[in-house]
């Protein structure tokens, strides 16, 4: 027995409306209910809708009851109808529909390609509001696939339109995901220049939601200024959870939307409790951070891998080295999924040297080194390359094995040559000349 999503009771397959709440019901799209959707259809138009809209609705009751699958496939037909009967303003929605639930699903090329449809009906139309949406859907899966110069062009799409149409509102909230893509670049005054003016702007208008994004983003930034904005970066970031608790205190918030603000926040606290050396705070900094991303990302995403990489960090620093390696492995196998690759190395490098500097475990180092070196040697990272032959070569010598040591540092002076690191240059090369004589 099926229930029916308006008052959840029982109902037969059969039915094509609710017997006990009198709704019109689309309730299944199996094989033997496709032969029949037509048919359902027609009798829900009585009410005045077209089958497109019919099943855009019911896509969007399988969507919030987290059936993706199915609601792709309403989706999908009711493309077929708005197309027939050129609708081009529900053809550009169910397309951008289709995109975010393949974002969602992790299907980034599906999602792509949909945004892009979608971006191509709304021009035919000049609905502007939406069109810049959409160029900010577009430009957050490119950054989600790090395609920074994609996202970066589409982002400016989404500016420029709104400032040529004079829709400030859309001109600031397409600032403030520029500026994610400006982090990465590192460029600091333009970050600063649209973080004050949007900050201004939420103000001006008594939006909390804004205010709060904006301040988180302007103690992120104070905290890649250095230890000099340090204080200032701690004080918005505490203006910010205070007022995400008084949202809270006046029930204006769920807790999915509640940790979705808090979470950087408390992010950033942490880095910045590290930063000034007090472990504890840190650590509990960064476990609210961890909990909130799990309230409201309940699969794995690559800001849950960031906060693990982080947390190892604080006990590393607390000389905790078997939680270090433990949080770093749970943050690389997030990268990993992910296809992340340099991450991965890098964790695999940060977790071998635990093992040989903290923990004096050589063979379980060689182990990480190795599978670090095979990435960074594939992604032609000749410097983190060299580090590690050279890193192992060393080990080598330690453990009595002098031929893989010999090996080792001879590939890596391949590499400081080609790099010209010439310093390390003559440090293996005397390595080596060393080795030579004794034998």
Request: with cysteine; glycine share 4%; aromatic share 10%.
């Amino acid at each position: 027995m099926k229930t029916c999503p308006y008052c959840k009771q029982y109902i037969e397959d059969h039915w094509s409306y609710c017997h006990h709440c009198n709704k019109p019901l689309i309730v299944n799209i199996d094989s033997k209910t496709n032969g029949r959707i037509n048919e359902i259809l027609d009798d829900q138009q009585t009410l005045g809708k077209t089958k497109g809209s019919l099943l855009l609705e019911e896509a969007n009751i399988y969507y919030k009851k987290r059936d993706l699958a199915t609601a792709i496939r309403f989706l999908d037909m009711a493309l077929n109808y708005f197309k027939a009967d050129n609708d081009i303003l529900n053809l550009a929605i169910t397309h951008n529909e289709i995109g975010l639930i393949n974002e969602e699903k992790g299907f980034y090329d599906n999602a792509i390609y949909h945004f892009q449809q979608s971006i191509e009906e709304f021009h035919t139309i000049n609905e502007y509001p939406k069109l810049i949406l959409i160029y900010n859907n577009l430009a957050n899966i490119y950054f989600l696939v790090k395609d920074l110069e994609h996202a970066y062009e589409f982002y400016n799409k989404a500016l420029n339109l709104a400032r040529e149409v004079n829709l400030l509102s859309e001109e600031i909230k397409t600032s403030s995901n520029l500026v994610e893509i400006l982090f990465l670049l590192k460029n600091y005054d333009k970050i600063e220049r649209i973080l004050n003016r949007n900050l201004d702007y939420f103000k001006q208008i008594s939006d909390t939601y804004g205010v709060i994004i904006t301040l988180t983003k302007i103690g992120k930034l104070n905290y890649h200024l250095g230890a000099n904005n340090s204080e200032f970066a701690l004080q918005k970031l505490i203006e910010a959870l205070e007022l995400i608790n008084g949202l809270e205190s006046q029930g204006e918030l769920i807790p999915d939307k509640k940790a979705k603000l808090e979470w950087e926040c408390f992010f950033y606290l942490g880095k910045l409790s590290l930063l000034l050396n007090n472990n504890n705070e840190a650590e509990e900094h960064i476990l609210k951070s961890l909990k909130a991303i799990r309230i409201f990302e309940p699969k794995e995403t690559l800001d849950e891998a960031k906060v693990l990489k982080n947390l190892a960090k604080v006990y590393e620093k607390g000389g905790d080295n078997e939680r270090a390696i433990e949080y770093n492995t749970m943050a690389s196998e997030i990268y990993y999924k992910f296809g992340d690759d340099i991450k991965v190395a890098q964790l695999k490098n940060k977790i071998a040297l635990i093992y040989s500097d903290k923990i004096m475990n050589e063979s379980e180092a060689i182990i990480y080194y190795e599978e670090a070196l095979e990435i960074f040697e594939d992604l032609r990272y000749m410097k983190e390359t060299a580090n590690i032959l050279h890193k192992m070569g060393d080990i080598y010598i330690n453990k009595g094995i002098t031929e893989l040591a010999l090996s080792n540092w001879t590939k890596a002076k391949d590499f400081y040559q080609e790099i010209l690191d010439d310093y390390n240059l003559n440090l293996v090369t005397e390595k080596i000349k060393t080795l030579d004589n004794s034998s």
